[in-house]
């Protein structure tokens, strides 16, 4: 879970060390073996050997080297000794921590509380660019977070790996509750955490980050603290708008994967000659949305313009508005259009893969954003659908150096890829 600092430029992070929360950096890779050969050379060139406290050596990262156990300097790795006598009691143990863990996390940053009994008093915590030890510090620094930032945590799955070991797998977004009203940026990070448990008692002593968008996790990664730089210098105005809904499952250097909720849309199609910019039909739109309906009802803008092509040029474009969510999931609760070319349409959700750009946009803009994106995602090993959506979130008179653009690609198909449990 990335408890980390990721945003205050190092600013928080100095604080830290100052506050007497931070240790000097130790040598400690966690490498994630992936599927498509780009994965498994990440992978490797992120294996770090690690040295544990009983001087036996070990490799994390490496394929087909079986479940590594992530411990930090110092601290007293699992024996083989217990096993064959509290093999039980430790899987129980283990059980009983995933569950606190489960009802724990996901309230952490709405309450600002955490069960202390439940933690070592030496709790360790690491991630790319935070180191923290004493469970009195990492309380502080978690409501220093939360003072800086709004933060919203989804937990995706917990799951045992060994003996004294559990993975996590979340999504983080954190909005500045101070800034501008015209800068205010929205920072999301998706990734693992890796919490050390005393099986023994049933307390967890370490937790250890990593995230999606970082090949090299190892404290101090200066890779990590350009990639919270890059969030809060690539900001694009988001307008407070109503749009469709959606999750973030994993945010990379390149693309987000998200699964949204089914919405609905009013749309109206455009010339088969349109290029993917294309701005017609617009008016029609929101002229049904103002009062150009059988009810005369007007209602309220939301965002984004969203702009449906077909790569194969065999089905017509079309320009799409989202409804507003009371209107629920029911065509026949949206008045019905004076207008015969607009029609109302139920866009069902799923997974889609999401890149974010600025500009105007221009044709070639958007070609280029999709061409990228596509690019990526076969070097992931995901599989794409035919045809994209441009979404375009702002209008005519913001800057076009802070507008947020989006190109959206269905995916076939999309998997985790975490850790299997261990028998």
């Known amino acids: 879970m990335a408890y980390s600092l990721p945003a205050a430029t190092g600013q928080l992070a100095h604080l830290c060390d100052h506050q007497g929360l931070t240790e000097r950096p130790r040598s400690l890779t966690p490498g994630l073996a992936r599927s498509t050969p780009r994965r498994l050379a990440i992978s490797k060139r992120n294996s770090t050997k690690v040295q544990s406290a009983s001087g036996e050596s070990g490799t994390f990262g490496q ?3 079986g479940s590594a156990q992530i411990s930090f300097r110092g601290e007293p790795s699992g024996t083989s000794s217990e096993a064959s006598n509290g093999a039980v009691n430790s899987k129980a143990a283990l059980d009983d921590v995933r569950l606190f863990l489960q009802a724990e996390l996901p309230g952490l940053f709405s309450s600002g ?4 009994e439940r933690y070592a008093s030496d709790f360790k915590f690491e991630d790319p660019v935070t180191r923290i030890t004493g469970l009195d510090q990492f309380a502080s620094y978690l409501q220093l977070l939360r003072s800086v930032f709004a933060i919203t945590f989804d937990v995706h799955s917990i799951k045992p790996r060994g003996a004294t070991e559990l993975v996590t797998r979340w999504t983080m977004t954190m909005k500045f509750k101070l800034g501008f009203a015209i800068y205010r940026p929205e920072l999301v990070f998706t990734g693992q955490s890796f919490y050390g448990v005393d099986a023994n008692i049933g307390i967890v ?6 995230w999606d968008a970082t090949q090299n996790n190892q404290y101090p990664s200066l890779e990590g603290l350009a990639h919270v730089l890059r969030q809060l210098g690539n900001y694009k105005a988001t307008p407070d708008l109503e749009g469709p809904r959606y999750k973030v499952l994993r945010s990379t250097k390149e693309y987000e994967i998200r699964k949204y909720d089914p919405y ?3 749309e109206t199609a455009m010339p088969m000659s349109s290029g993917p910019a294309e701005g017609s039909g617009f008016n029609d739109l929101a002229n049904y949305i103002f009062g150009g309906n059988t009810r005369q009802e007007k209602m309220e803008m939301t965002s984004p313009v969203i702009n449906t092509v077909n790569s194969s040029g065999e089905d ?3 320009m799409q508005f989202p409804m507003e969510s009371k209107y629920g999931q029911n065509i026949n609760s949206l008045p019905s259009p004076s207008d015969g070319r607009v029609r109302m349409k139920t866009q069902e959700g799923g997974l889609v893969a999401a890149t974010v750009f600025s500009g105007l946009p221009l044709d070639f803009e958007v070609t280029e954003a999709e061409r990228k994106l596509r690019g990526a995602l076969l070097l992931d090993g995901l ?5 994209y959506k441009l979404a375009r979130y702002n209008d005519p008179f913001t800057l076009p150096f802070v507008r947020r653009n989006e190109i959206l690609i269905r995916l076939e198909d999309f998997s985790f890829e975490d850790h299997k449990d261990d028998e």
């Open 63 to 65: 394929e087909g080297g």
């Open 113 to 116: 509380r955490i069960t202390k």
């Open 205 to 210: 002593r370490s937790q250890l980050d990593v």
């Open 264 to 266: 609905l849309v009013a």
């Open 316 to 318: 017509q474009p079309q």
């Open 383 to 387: 599989h794409a659908t035919s045809g």
